[in-house]
């Protein structure tokens, strides 16, 4: 009964761009919602603006970004772009997928603050996510 | 952030003044308040409150996998072409051993993810039972305040009881998939007994022009429903719903489903629509209450007098009753101090 007043982090997972390939997405979403966590599943082929506007409305804490297009370092920086347009520049982003490791700096300096690769285990994603999700003032 | 660094007053009107501006960022934000049942929220609503009660709230509920989210998607487009502004207030069920929830109402509304006329937050329930979350009512209020022309509220995938969207709602559509049942189902009590509208799902499948017409069969044999069968209000049902055929993922039959939706908000007279927002009030007041009880009982100094109470009711020292008793005593004892709410 404590735990109704505390609010649990609500983390949006997306999958901009093209690739069809939602299985990681879909076991992630399940994953931390066993952790825990309220997360918004958007779906497929969502483009920058779609996942910025989603996050906007559901005022997310996070922004998981699944990329398995290769198409990453053009669709993140303009995600990390439009949120911080919109004022959301709490927002932790981070991205999954397969990432080269030479990607890894641009996308740090866009704005991603984790990029998760392939056999990364669902606790460290939620171990990272509450040590870094931005401490709400919601009194 | 709007009004971050201020007081909770502060910042809670700001909010409400940013949101009523048109400022998305600050409505958003005010439902997470709202959500979180804080006094920004609560500071917000003051003014909000006043503002609302223009929106045309329709209900969409029915059984999970129904087709409620595909329905509401091609709703939302119908009320658009019309030139309608929509906001969608999406239920989901959270989890009751982690807390978590997977709200996946988005998945099916991608069309209208840019679209500024349109406004959809996703909920999860947190515990709440009745197909709502506790402060989905709320949410709904500051939608309609700030200017929404239409709000939809999508239900977790219910059962046979969970209702509470009618309280919420003036029009509650039940959407009921084809061959989901044989005519006993059709006339047992509950959910589609409280439909001002059902529409049967996915109408390109085999089997649900048939479902279509079972239901009317059964519904339209039912007596006019009096003021006896109401719930918590004296709104006169309709003599027998309409039952209609929609296939959400063609848009097959929508206009005709907002059509009715139209149709049933006109035939509410002064008195039906009194009577509603009476069940609305009564509703979102209700479960203030009860919240505020229980988290003046189980927080702070009298949380240890609680949970003593409860321990002696397991062994069977203290009867439940005594201890519900006990309980509202100290609830009576205690007077509301500011910084205990929050």
Redesign the interface.
């Known amino acids: 009964?404590?735990?109704?007043?505390e609010?649990?982090i609500k983390v949006l997972i997306a999958k901009p761009g093209l690739d069809g390939h939602d299985r990681g997405a879909k076991v992630l979403?399940?994953g931390?919602?066993?952790?825990?966590?309220?997360?918004?599943?958007?779906?497929l082929?969502?483009?920058p603006?779609?996942v910025a506007?989603?996050a906007?409305?559901?005022?997310v804490d996070v922004v998981g970004l699944s990329i398995l297009s290769g198409a990453h370092l053009t669709l993140v920086p303009r995600i990390c772009a439009l949120l911080r347009e919109?004022?959301?520049d709490?927002v932790l982003v981070t991205v999954g997928g397969i990432i080269p490791d030479e990607d890894i700096p641009v996308l740090t300096q866009a704005g991603v603050a984790a990029v998760f690769g392939p056999g990364t285990t669902i606790g460290e994603v939620a171990t990272f996510l509450r040590e870094h999700a931005p401490q709400?003032?919601?009194? | 952030m709007t009004g971050s660094g201020h007081d909770p007053v502060t910042r809670g009107t700001v909010l409400a003044e940013s949101a009523l501006a048109g400022d998305r960022r600050a409505l958003a934000r005010l439902l997470t308040a709202v959500e979180g049942r804080t006094v920004v929220a609560e500071v917000a609503l003051r003014e909000l409150h006043r503002r609302a009660g223009r929106a045309h709230v329709i209900g969409i509920t029915g059984a999970p996998g129904a087709g409620k989210s595909t329905l509401v998607n091609a709703v939302v487009r119908q009320l658009r072409r019309d030139g309608r502004t929509v906001a969608v207030v999406a239920v989901d069920p959270s989890s009751p051993i982690t807390g978590g929830a997977l709200l996946g109402d988005r998945v099916r509304m991608q069309e209208h993810a840019v679209d500024d006329g349109v406004f959809i937050r996703s909920m999860a329930a947190r515990g709440h039972a009745g197909g709502l979350a506790a402060t989905s009512g709320t949410a709904v209020t500051v939608l309609d305040a700030v200017g929404y022309d239409v709000v939809l509220v999508e239900t977790v995938g219910t059962g046979q009881s969970e209702i509470e969207v009618v309280a919420t709602a003036d029009t509650t559509v039940v959407l009921e998939a084809p061959e989901m049942g044989d005519e006993v189902q059709a006339i047992k009590a509950g959910l589609l007994e409280v439909a001002d509208i059902v529409a049967v799902s996915k109408g390109d499948r085999p089997g649900a022009e048939r479902t279509a017409n079972l239901l009317r069969t059964m519904l339209a044999s039912s007596e006019p429903t009096t003021a006896r069968g109401d719930i918590g209000g004296s709104r006169p049902r309709p003599k027998r719903p309409e039952v209609l055929l929609t296939t959400g993922a063609t848009g097959a039959g929508v206009p005709e489903l907002v059509a009715a939706i139209d149709r049933h908000r006109a035939s509410l007279d002064e008195e039906a629509l009194a009577a509603a927002r009476v069940r609305r009030a009564s509703a979102v007041v209700w479960e203030i209450v009860a919240e505020r009880v229980r988290r003046r009982l189980l927080a702070g100094e009298l949380a240890g007098e609680t949970d003593a109470l409860l321990r002696d009711v397991a062994a069977h020292d203290v009867d439940p009753y005594a201890a519900a008793e006990a309980l509202l005593a100290a609830y009576r004892g205690h007077t509301p101090r500011e910084e205990e709410r929050g």
Do not use: H, N, S, W
Request: charged residues 40%; negative net charge; glycine residues 8%.
């Open positions: 009964m404590a735990t109704m007043t609010r649990p979403a399940r931390l919602r066993d952790e825990g966590f309220e997360v918004v599943y958007t779906g082929r969502q483009t603006e779609m506007t989603a906007l409305q559901e005022d919109r004022g959301m709490d709400r003032d919601i009194e």
